[in-house]
Structure formats: C-alpha cells, structure tokens
C-alpha cells in the first residue's frame, strides 16, 4: 500500500500556509493597483502553485502514477478553489475563475513535467 512521505506532507502543509497567508494580505498591502503590477502579480500565480504542485508530487511519489497524478489535482484543485474563496472574505480582494486557471497551469506544470525525471 502506497504511503505519503512525512517529510514532503508537512513541506506541503507549510507551504500551503503559506499561500494562505499571502492570499489574506489585504489588495493593498500586496503592490500598486496599476495595470503592469497586476499583470506581474497574475504571472505570479503559475510559478507559485507550481511549488505546490511539486510539493505534493513529492509527497505522493511512492504512489502509481494515475493514483498520483489523480489524488495531486484532486488535492490541489480543492486548496485551489478554497483559497480563492477565503479571498472573497479579504479586504480589497477578490474571487476570481482567471486566478483559478492560473493556479491550476502551474500545479499541471509540476505535474506533467518535473516528476517524470524522478522515480520513488
């Protein structure tokens, strides 16, 4: 029976953490509202969910590739949606489906590209 490294579970859950904390910054606190600082802080979303994506590649490296592959997209779509959620509730931010496909692109990035040169 497949088993979730102890060590990548909790490098997960931290840097899970820390994207909650990011994404309960006010829209203020994180930059300028100006059209060039928004387009950065959107092409941020990719590089930072495909950490997560890595992370939880990692964590389920031990499991057969489609259980994997399967329960890292499960896991990482349901923070994904939930994250965008908790930020209807934040001051001068917002939900949005755009941050959503971001997130997603790079969690399929780390899924899709960085574990085929690794083996458990």
């Keep these: 029976m497949p088993r979730l490294s102890f060590r990548y579970g909790v490098l997960t859950f931290a840097y899970m953490g820390g994207l909650f904390y990011l994404s309960s910054l006010p829209g203020s606190a994180t930059g300028p509202n100006t059209p060039v600082w928004r387009a950065i802080s959107n092409a941020a979303h990719v590089p930072l969910f495909g950490g997560l ?40 931010r917002s939900m949005s489906l755009m941050d959503i496909g971001l997130d997603l692109a790079g969690i399929l990035v780390a899924v899709f590209m960085v574990p085929w040169r690794s083996r458990p």
Excluded: K, M, N
């Design 53 to 92: 994506g890595l992370c939880l590649v990692l964590a389920f490296r031990s499991w057969p590739a489609r259980q994997r592959i399967a329960w890292v997209l499960g896991v990482a779509t349901a923070y994904v949606v939930f994250d965008e959620w908790h930020q209807r509730w934040v001051p001068e």
